[in-house]
């Protein structure tokens, strides 16, 4: 990693803002689509199999995942050449903008076949710009933290992540709790993916007000005609670390998108729980999740990303088949209990994953490398999760 000079605590405080602030909102609307798969398949998949309908909705969850490697790629390129501040204002420009205008789709009975085939268009607008998401949020805060504390710093952003799930989750549920299921029908599933205007206005204020990183300015300051890495030279250079990181990765995409959007489904499907009460368990664990990740990050500092790694891998193999018979149990208590198991996997591969994304590669292609390891594991484990579930 690029050694610039550090940055002073008090930046580095406005930086997390920044960058977990942003991160938050664009998550945000992501989420939102997860937590409310059963109404959308409704809405958007009406059929008289509801698993039909499931896998329609899910199959649109996986499809806007296909789209994050190009949005990776995309924005990872021009991340590295133009800088991160930019990009960042960008992406969250682009998540806002599709997820607001799908809170004002027609559903099918008002627009028939095209309104799923627009939704699936704003899925996939949503997918590329998470592309650009992510890894720039960890480059962002990455390139400003002390080398011996990254973990702590860079833990952060997945608190930002998990808070967003959760602050989606949360409002589902308190929708699902205060409207009829008329209303909730009619027009309650649109408030959440509506909410996304205003707060892609308050991100892109505190992203554009924010200064480039230490590390890309002393980089672009150098004597040299050219700053950062094509993709081709990327790919050759960096093709191994990035198989390498890309299989953990897996891991981490694999085991956050099992419990933070399939793992609702599955309660009520398999577990016999009310729609409130599966809402109300993944709120439960994604809280528990935010909270813990600082912990996680100062973990991870002081083994070392190894061990980090060894341990969750040891968890996730050993928690995941208690998880679910727990789920199944029909207990709202066995419930949490389950989830959580599940839960400290996913938060720990999480805040490893954000440190390896900046240690892996150097400042000229971090963007670009990171951007597309990260959002190909997504794709291929993390986006067909609810799917391969259902």
């Known amino acids: 990693m690029h050694d610039a000079t550090e940055a002073t605590p008090q930046r580095l405080r406005k930086v997390i803002s920044a960058a977990a602030l942003g991160n938050f909102v664009e998550w945000f609307d992501f989420a939102v689509y997860g937590f409310l798969a059963t109404t959308i398949a409704n809405q958007f998949f009406p059929s008289t199999d509801i698993s039909l309908s499931l896998l329609k909705t899910f199959g649109v969850f996986a499809v806007a995942f296909a789209m994050r490697p190009l949005g990776g790629i995309f924005f990872g390129v021009l991340g590295d050449k133009i800088g991160r501040k930019t990009i960042l204002s960008i992406t969250i420009l682009l998540m806002a903008s599709a997820t607001a205008l ?79 299921t008329d209303a909730m029908a009619t027009w309650g599933w649109r408030v959440p993916f509506l909410i996304a205007a205003p707060l892609g206005a308050v991100g892109l204020h505190l992203r554009w007000r924010m200064d480039e990183t230490p590390a890309f300015q002393a980089l672009a300051a150098q004597a040299t005609t050219q700053t950062h890495s094509p993709l081709a030279d990327t790919l050759r250079t960096q093709g191994y670390a990035m198989c390498r990181l890309g299989a953990f990765i897996s891991l981490t995409a694999l085991s956050f998108y099992t419990f933070t959007t399939y793992f609702a489904t599955f309660l009520q499907v398999a577990g016999g729980l009310s729609r409130p009460q599966a809402l109300l368990v993944s709120t439960v664990a994604l809280v528990f999740s935010a909270a813990a990740c600082p912990l996680a990050g100062i973990f991870t500092d002081r083994v070392g990303r190894r061990k980090t790694i060894a341990f969750v891998c040891v968890w996730t193999l050993v928690a995941v088949l208690p998880a679910f018979w727990l789920a199944s149990s029909g207990s709202l208590a066995n419930a949490i209990g389950g989830v959580i198991l599940l839960a400290v996997g996913a938060m720990i591969c999480n805040v490893v994953t954000a440190a390896l994304l900046a240690e892996t590669f150097a400042t000229r292609n971090r963007y670009t490398a990171s951007a597309f390891t990260y959002n190909m594991s997504y794709t291929v484990f993390g986006g067909t999760a609810p799917l391969m579930a259902t």
Do not use: D, K
Not at 150 to 171: E, H, K, Q
């Open 102 to 180: 799908i809170g004002l789709l027609p559903t099918y009975g008002s627009l028939g076949i095209l309104a799923p085939i627009l939704l699936t268009l704003l899925r996939c607008i949503q997918g590329f710009s998470a592309g650009g998401e992510y890894a720039g949020s960890i480059a962002y805060v990455m390139e400003h933290a002390p080398r011996h504390r990254r973990g702590w710093y860079g833990s952060f952003i997945p608190v930002s992540t998990f808070t967003a799930f959760a602050s989606a989750a949360l409002l589902a549920f308190a929708l699902e709790n205060a409207l009829s």
